[in-house]
């Protein structure tokens, strides 16, 4: 079964630190892209960050030079670093499967996050 | 950036209802839109990829379509299990990102 269990999270100070870890049964992370997305309390989704199955990384720009997205092929798991830890940073936070289809009509690529997991919450606060 | 804009906010309609949600992005995707479904402390789940293609397992009263910068949701006949929050999302630029602000559908 294709499946993603997040875990790591929990209560931290403001300026603090945390890692978010994710791991994949059914599938290789390695081979995939691999995002994390949050929801703040109440609020809508937003995507942190991605790693491609090649390795290169982007964020948002919310997070950009704090957080920091990495994998482990060895363990199949997916990771979110997160430093200096803002109160704005309270969130559940979800890894996800972005799956590549391809359009044999036109073969145009297109991305859709097909596997979630259940989410981890972090709570930023003194 | 690409911006995302649904509406409505939000949205009251009836078991049986036909439900129509926008999904407008600030410049052409072309048909790279993908719709999601959030049930109450549950993660996302993939509805419809490509504007119009239909995920696997997706009751056939979910549809999608446009192309461009105007894109909907329609659902053909309310259940009750689709009262739900509704998420569109552009896979146009890299890196991915791009959720609008959401529909939240309450029952009448």
């Known amino acids: 079964e294709v499946q993603l269990v997040e875990s790591g999270g929990g209560l931290v100070q403001p300026g603090g630190s945390l890692r978010l870890s994710c791991a994949a049964s059914g599938f290789t992370v390695s081979s995939n892209y691999m995002s994390w997305v949050r929801q703040a309390p109440g609020k809508g989704l937003e995507w942190v960050s991605v790693i491609y199955s090649g390795g290169s990384t982007y964020y948002a720009d919310s997070v950009k030079g704090r957080f920091t997205i990495s994998r482990d092929n060895s363990k199949n798991t997916l990771y979110l670093q997160m430093n200096s830890l803002r109160a704005e940073d309270t969130a559940v936070y979800y890894c996800?499967?972005?799956?590549?289809?391809?359009?044999?009509?036109?073969?145009?690529?297109?991305?859709?996050?097909?596997?979630w997991g259940k989410g981890t919450t972090v709570t930023v606060s003194s | 950036d690409i911006q995302m804009t649904q509406s409505p906010s939000s949205l009251s309609a009836s078991v049986g209802d036909r439900v129509t949600i926008t999904c407008r992005a600030s410049q052409s995707i072309s048909s790279y839109l993908n719709w999601y479904q959030q049930k109450p402390g549950k993660a996302p789940k993939l509805l419809i990829y490509?504007?119009?293609s239909l995920q696997s397992g997706v009751p056939s009263r979910f549809s999608g379509s446009g192309s461009g910068t105007d894109f909907t949701l329609t659902i053909s006949s309310l259940q009750p299990e689709d009262f739900a929050t509704y998420y569109c999302q552009q896979s146009y630029s890299t890196p991915r990102g791009g959720f609008g602000q959401g529909t939240r559908l309450e029952i009448k």
């Open positions: 996800a499967r972005e799956f590549r289809w391809e359009n044999l009509k036109s073969r145009y690529y297109y991305y859709y996050m097909d596997v």
């Open positions: 490509a504007a119009s």
